[in-house]
């Protein structure tokens, strides 16, 4: 609590421009610790204000302008993931939490469904090259 508290005092907090929001994994621990602690938090009245700055740091509000004709970068997905969810869990039931989890599930959806099955192949030409992978043939027909 005191760590947080802390934080608090030194401007970590929505709509700062402390930390980074381009490596979302260092926001991953301050997450962690919030939910953890969110009875106490919320005992003390400071809960909102960590929830909003857990949605801030992960860019939660830019779900709302999802491009969906493009992929998502892998780190943002494993860094944001978890902490976005937090953000929405924290919330207090209402129509606007909902609204964020469909958000969220959106997102999910979207990157899980961009990127297309391949397999990499290595060869002494080119290091790396994708291919798709190949068709599946039945049991009966490999004799």
């Known amino acids: 609590m005191m760590l947080l508290a802390h934080l608090a005092d030194q401007g970590w907090a929505a709509g700062s421009a402390l930390g980074t929001s381009d490596h979302l994994i260092r926001v991953n621990p301050y997450a962690n610790a919030v939910f953890l602690l969110r009875n106490e938090l919320r005992q003390a009245g400071l ?3 960590h929830q909003r700055a857990i ?8 779900l709302s302008e999802l491009d969906t004709s493009v992929g998502e970068n892998s780190d943002h997905i494993r860094g ?3 902490p976005k ?3 929405v869990l924290l919330m207090e ?3 606007e939490k909902v609204a964020r989890m469909l958000a969220f599930r959106d997102y ?17 030409t080119t290091p790396f090259s994708t ?8 049991t009966a027909s490999r004799g």
């Not at 949605?55 to 830019?62: D, H, I, L, M, N």
């Not at 291919?131 to 039945?138: E, K, N």
């Open 47 to 49: 809960l909102r204000d």
């Open 55 to 62: 949605a801030w740091y992960t860019r939660f509000g830019a």
């Open 80 to 82: 944001g993931a978890g």
């Open 85 to 87: 969810l937090i953000s």
């Open 93 to 95: 039931d209402s129509p």
């Open 108 to 124: 999910l959806i979207h990157v899980g469904n961009f990127a297309p099955v391949t397999r990499i192949r290595s060869s002494p």
């Open 131 to 138: 291919t798709p992978p190949p068709t599946r043939t039945s």
